[in-house]
């Protein structure tokens, strides 16, 4: 089940004794434990019937006990079991999961990996619980990911805008949430995110950062790639080389795999390479004004200066001396 579908039916009233939720990705766990943090109870209720619980402290006696209690002036308690992967023993909370308690919903937020499905109590989770399993989302799904985010609060966000976004925070998909709706709030009255509120409100440059230097290598526009380096070299923490260098050399490489495609339809290449369609045609453009060799020698270029920003084969060059030299050559192939 989703967590969608978990906070959908605790709106309408629907409720399951217990609710385990488990995975790598912990945005969507801490998305149900806040809801019934907060909104399972009234507030008159919840000093009464919210008993909250965290793994590395807890003792799973304790746990079940707090479950078997019935709740006060409510119809329901609710009981909370935050960090349960820190938890010693957390494999016998199966007597009390075999047998919950109608009147208890029971939440465990077990965090970072998932039960072994062979382990008696999966077997006895499967029976008797509602149980949300959580992955982390591939980096190339982060803008569809957080464009719906925006369209699910009612607003919308510009290409360009969400692309910025994700490059700058990366895969944390909280962070991402917590900007969107930091940059809801700035719209006043507006329904649309820009490219100008990413940059007043996130702090990343519209005009210097990686996709701007994607877009500089992709038209050979040497004084625009020269431009955007020095303003690395000026500002170390707005692209840093480690940051920089890996996403040229994704961005070469899905350029590079476009030459064994054996197709003319935008939408097959684009879900070949894993990139967007809107932008198909960029990465088109970058294949014919390089060439195979020349995407094939801008990768080998792209390796070496990697080896060198770690230190081998270099006596401590700057990052941006590097890139400056870097990118001359890759425009020189």
């Known amino acids: 089940m989703s967590a969608e579908k978990i906070i959908s039916d605790w709106k309408k009233?629907?409720?399951?004794?217990?609710?385990?939720?488990?995975?790598e990705e912990?945005?969507?766990?801490?998305?149900?434990?806040?809801?019934?943090?907060?909104?399972?109870?009234?507030?008159?209720?919840?000093?009464?019937?919210?008993?909250?619980?965290?793994?590395?402290?807890?003792?799973?006696?304790?746990?079940?006990?707090?479950?078997?209690?019935?709740?006060?002036?409510?119809?329901?308690?609710?009981?909370?079991?935050?960090?349960?992967?820190?938890?010693?023993?957390?494999?016998k909370l199966e007597a009390y999961i075999s047998n919950p308690l109608s009147s208890t919903i029971l939440v465990v937020a077990h965090k970072e990996k998932k039960l072994d499905g062979r382990s008696k109590l999966a077997k006895h989770l499967k029976q008797h619980a509602i149980v949300l399993t959580t992955k982390k989302i591939y980096d190339k799904q982060l803008p569809e990911w957080a464009n719906g985010r925006v369209t699910e609060k009612g607003y919308s966000i510009s290409q360009k805008a969400v692309l910025l976004l994700v490059d700058h925070i990366g895969n944390d998909?909280?962070?991402?949430?917590?900007?969107?709706?930091?940059?809801?709030?700035?719209?006043?009255?507006?329904?649309?995110?820009?490219?100008?509120?990413?940059e007043q409100y996130v702090g990343v440059s519209?005009?210097?950062?990686?996709?701007?230097?994607?877009?500089?290598?992709?038209?050979?526009?040497?004084?625009?790639?020269?431009r955007i380096v020095q303003y690395f070299g000026s500002n170390p923490k707005a692209a840093p080389i480690q940051l920089v260098l890996p996403a040229l050399y994704n961005y070469?490489?899905?350029?590079?795999?476009?030459?064994?495609?054996?197709?003319?339809?935008?939408?097959?290449?684009?879900?070949?390479?894993?990139?967007?369609?809107?932008?198909?045609?960029?990465?088109?453009l970058v294949a014919k004004n390089y060439g195979y060799t020349g995407v094939e020698s801008t990768l080998l270029l792209l390796h070496q200066y990697n080896l060198r920003s770690l230190g081998v084969n270099d006596a401590g060059t700057e990052d941006a001396s590097l890139l400056k030299e870097m990118i001359t050559k890759i425009m020189m192939v």
Request: glycine share 2%; charged share 30%; aromatic share 14%.
């Open 26 to 91: 912990n945005f969507y766990i801490d998305e149900v434990v806040e809801y019934a943090e907060h909104s399972l109870l009234s507030e008159s209720e919840a000093p009464f019937n919210l008993s909250v619980f965290y793994g590395k402290d807890a003792n799973w006696a304790e746990v079940i006990n707090a479950c078997r209690r019935y709740p006060m002036f409510a119809e329901y308690q609710v009981v909370l079991l935050k960090e349960a992967q820190q938890m010693r023993d957390v494999e």
């Open 13 to 23: 009233k629907v409720y399951k004794p217990v609710y385990w939720l488990e995975g």
């Open 252 to 284: 070469f490489s899905k350029v590079y795999m476009l030459f064994g495609i054996n197709t003319t339809d935008d939408k097959t290449a684009a879900a070949e390479i894993g990139v967007p369609p809107f932008f198909i045609n960029d990465y088109k």
């Open 206 to 226: 519209k005009e210097y950062n990686v996709f701007e230097l994607q877009e500089a290598l992709q038209r050979k526009d040497l004084a625009k790639a020269i």
């Open 173 to 198: 998909l909280s962070r991402i949430n917590n900007e969107i709706d930091k940059l809801l709030v700035n719209l006043a009255n507006r329904k649309n995110i820009t490219e100008d509120d990413i």
